[in-house]
């Protein structure tokens, strides 16, 4: 569905595939009785808005926006969508976090006994599971 809106007004959609193209930009966009308003960065081209629960993504290169909310299949999609053209929404630049590792289990440094016996320190046999130096290999 193409929506044609106009300066002054306010619409409300509900979550389906909904086609928004707005030719000013200075609309604004409700969903379910909410006024979608600002979203910050996660990641390239992903914004979110965690207390609402509304995704924003950038798409073709930013010419677009796909509107998504949590636990919802469908989407709204704002084609020519620009900074400028905003419909009211500030996706505010941050600094995206890095995705965190964490190790599980039962591990411990592999100890290079240069085949010396009795240098390990798994009296148990039960630790199968190492982390090894990789610039000492390496060298």
Not at 3 to 20: G, H
Not at 51 to 70: D, H, P, Q
Request: hydrophobic content about 30%.
């Amino acid at each position: 569905m193409a929506i044609n809106k106009k300066q002054s007004e306010a619409d409300s959609f509900s979550f389906c595939t909904d086609i928004i193209t707005d030719s000013d930009g200075s609309g604004s966009i409700k969903v379910d009785g909410q006024t979608l308003n600002t979203a910050t960065q996660k990641f390239e081209s992903i914004y979110k808005n965690d207390t609402s629960g509304y995704t924003f993504i950038k798409l073709n290169g930013g010419n677009n926006l796909a509107i998504l909310k949590e636990g919802e299949a469908n989407l709204i999609l704002v084609n020519d969508w620009s900074e400028a053209k905003s419909l009211g929404l500030t996706l505010q630049v941050g600094t995206p976090t890095a995705p965190v590792a964490t190790l599980t289990g039962d591990f411990k440094k592999k100890i290079d006994d240069h085949g010396t016996p009795g240098t390990s320190d798994d009296t148990s046999g039960a630790a199968n599971d190492y982390l090894y130096d990789l610039e000492r290999i390496a060298a």
